[in-house]
């Protein structure tokens, strides 16, 4: 099932947001994959605010996809987080599972995989995360599955290896058969630049985009977190 909620700007979505990740987080663990890119970070800096590691205690962060970049590299997704909430204290570095650089990226994949087959709950074969957080790009993409990678929503695997279908760069990205295994997915989607793809993922379901094919099982939601410029509904 999909629900839309529309903010009046990014400061109001985003704290929100961790508002709800702070209070279902107050006895049990939770865990959180988190996306890369510019709406994230603003997520990131609004999370600066709490500066009591107690908060955020029992929520342990992961990442949808990574660059093949090390973590030092201006370009990767976690380098981000890191900077803003592990360096300073805000987030404890033993709650905090990157997908860690290796040379080979498909052993960079295999080891990420381990890492969520221990510490990750399973069900039917795959990790079970309380929340993912994604992103949606101008051409329909979500993690690191872009549309000529539709096959990720079908396989049985994980993780999977992709590439940037413009630049050729390596990725490692959470397969959309994890994404749809997940209790709740929020898609955080920021400015008018992104109200034609959700005019026509949201209206017109278009196939061709991979966003179109997070459709979790019935026992979940997929929420749509947009600002009043990236709504198509007249906001």
């Known amino acids: 099932m999909r629900e839309i909620q529309i903010y009046e700007n990014a400061d109001n979505l985003c704290a929100e947001m961790v508002e709800a990740m702070i209070a279902t987080s107050t006895f049990d663990p939770v865990h959180i994959a988190l996306s890369g890119g510019s709406t ?43 900077r803003l909430l592990v360096d300073t204290g805000i987030v404890p570095k033993e709650n905090v599972h990157p997908i860690k650089y290796h040379p080979d990226i498909h052993q960079m994949a295999a080891n990420y995989e381990q890492e969520l087959r221990q510490l990750v709950p399973f069900m039917d074969d795959l990790p079970v995360f309380d929340e993912i957080i994604l992103g949606v790009g101008e051409d329909g993409h ?36 994890t994404i749809n295994n997940a209790y709740e997915v929020a898609v955080l989607c ?46």
């Open 40 to 82: 994230p970070t603003l997520l990131f800096e609004k999370m600066t605010e709490y500066d009591d590691p107690d908060v955020l205690r029992n929520i342990h962060f992961y990442w949808v996809d990574e660059r093949h970049v090390p973590e030092d590299d201006p370009e990767s997704n976690y380098g981000v987080f890191r």
């Open 142 to 177: 979500t993690a690191s599955i872009f549309p000529d990678r539709l096959d990720l929503f079908e396989t049985t695997d994980i993780v999977a290896t992709t590439r940037h279908p413009v630049t050729g760069q390596g990725r490692v990205t959470l397969t959309g058969s």
């Open 190 to 235: 920021l400015g008018k630049r992104k109200r034609r793809i959700l005019d026509e993922v949201l209206r017109e379901n278009k196939p061709e985009y991979p966003i179109s094919h997070v459709d979790l099982r019935l026992r979940s939601t997929v929420v749509f977190k947009l600002d009043f410029a990236a709504s198509c509904y007249g906001a």
